[in-house]
T-cell receptor, first 112, second 114 residues
Framework: EDKVVQSPLSLVVHEGDTVTLNCSYE??????LLWYKQEKKAPTFLFML????IEKKSGRLSSILDKKELSSILNITATQTGDSAIYLC????????????FGKGTRLSVIA | EPEVTQTPSHQVTQMGQEVILRCVPI?????FYWYRQILGQKVEFLVS????????KSEIFDDQFSVERPDGSNFTLKIRSTKLEDSAMYFC????????????FGQGTRLTVV
């Protein structure tokens, strides 16, 4: 059975801290790994990773995929209270239009 | 910026009633999906739709569920006879013109079955 495991399940940090969220996967015919941020409702897209070792960056967020270890990390530097959310990891498989398999998410709380 | 829109944002219905959840995917996208998220649980795939037909469905998507693309823009999920356990957030998603592009999600419809 395909699975995506995220850790930790929840995390509380202070503003300004740096956090690392983990995602590991066991799926057949891996195509891509995606990170989403879920605040009140919809998951909003952050990154899609297909190649190992290439960091994707957007402001204070960055992510990298390790296909050998079947894992990815999402880093957030200089955290702000607005970063408080559930961060979802999802894996896409071949062929490219197959549905995403989601992990349970990491609930990040950033306190002032 | 183009976005996936869903209506209604919240629907309360009595057990046994039929509900229709509506979605307008991003206009040039080709692949459409419904996912659901029961409170406190992970996002689960229900069904995918391409070229006017279901391309894949999960075990959750049983005979009480159906999807339709009645016109060029709307994509609907119908639940024929709702059960208490259908209470969840239902997300519509679409992905783009090229195979393998990221999926964009709508804001969701919170369905409460009482």
């Amino acid at each position: 059975e395909d699975k995506v495991v995220q850790s930790p399940l929840s995390l509380v940090v202070h503003e300004g801290d740096t956090v690392t969220l983990n995602c590991s996967y066991e799926v057949t015919n891996f195509r891509s790994l995606l990170w989403y941020k879920q605040e009140k409702k919809a998951p909003t897209f952050l990154f899609m990773l297909t190649s190992s070792g290439i960091e994707k960056k957007s402001g204070r967020l960055s992510s990298i995929l390790d296909k050998k270890e079947l894992s990815s990390i999402l880093n957030i530097t200089a955290t702000q209270t607005g970063d408080s959310a559930i961060y979802l990891c999802a894996v896409g498989q071949q062929p490219g239009n197959t549905p995403l398999v989601f992990g349970k998410g990491t609930r990040l709380s950033v306190i002032a | 910026e183009p976005e996936v829109t869903q209506t209604p944002s919240h629907q309360v219905t009595q057990m046994g009633q039929e509900v229709i959840l509506r979605c307008v995917p991003i206009s040039n996208h080709l692949y459409f999906y419904w996912y659901r998220q029961i409170l406190g649980q992970k996002v689960e795939f229900l069904v995918s739709f391409y070229n006017n037909e279901i391309s894949e469905k999960s075990e959750i998507f049983d005979d009480q569920f159906s999807v339709e693309r009645p016109d060029g823009s709307n994509f609907t999920l119908k639940i024929r006879s709702t059960k208490l356990e259908d209470s969840a957030m239902y997300f519509c998603a679409s992905s783009g013109v090229r195979v393998g592009t990221e999926a964009f999600f709508g804001q969701g419809t919170r369905l409460t079955v009482v």
